[in-house]
């Protein structure tokens, strides 16, 4: 959720998209906050039996890498993949195995999170409260963060000031 303030506050041409409150805008500005940032740069684990992809031997109990952020942005499965666009939806499927801010693969067979899908609900959720159901202030403050810390979040966090419910 943080990462969804930061990117209205970041991307306001962005943001202007989700005014209608439609599901599909939510969804889509959600999944691409969920591509860009770094929720989780990476995971491992170990390898359960031998198995070759893409000319690559994988031998069972080999300790793997899955780079989350780094297949977020291949510019092989991603147009742009360093700008914030939420309309990519439109023209870019999403796949298992392309957007994997919490894992690849399906969650019961391979290496995703389960609670993905709650989690997605929630970020709408709050996504639609924070752009249509509120207005707020944003002061000075940092909102650069690393992809080196675990988990990253902005410097400052996002800091939100005179906060309102809309009428």
């Not at 491992?44 to 952020?69: M, P, Q, S």
């Not at 909102?143 to 939100?160: A, G, M, N, Q, R």
Request: glycine content about 4%.
């Amino acid at each position: 959720m943080v990462f969804s303030g930061h990117a209205l506050i970041q991307y306001p041409e962005e943001a202007k998209k989700l005014s209608s409150g439609k599901e599909k805008e939510l969804q889509d500005f959600v999944q691409e906050v969920r591509r860009v940032y770094p929720f989780f740069p990476f995971n491992a684990a170990r390898v359960k039996e031998d198995f070759e992809w893409n000319g690559y031997a994988f031998k069972k109990d080999t300790l793997t890498i899955l780079d989350f952020y780094g297949t977020n942005h291949d510019p092989k499965l991603w147009n742009n993949p360093d700008v914030f666009n939420s309309s990519r939806f439109k023209d870019e499927p999403i796949t298992p195995y392309n957007l994997i801010p919490q894992g690849g693969g399906e969650y019961i067979e391979n290496h995703r999170c389960a609670g993905e899908w709650v989690m997605l609900e929630v970020m709408k959720v709050s996504l639609d409260y924070l752009k249509n159901r509120m207005t707020f202030d944003v002061p000075e403050q940092d909102l650069s963060f690393s992809l080196v810390d675990i988990p990253s979040i902005p410097k400052s966090e996002v800091i939100l000031q005179n906060i309102k419910r809309k009428n």
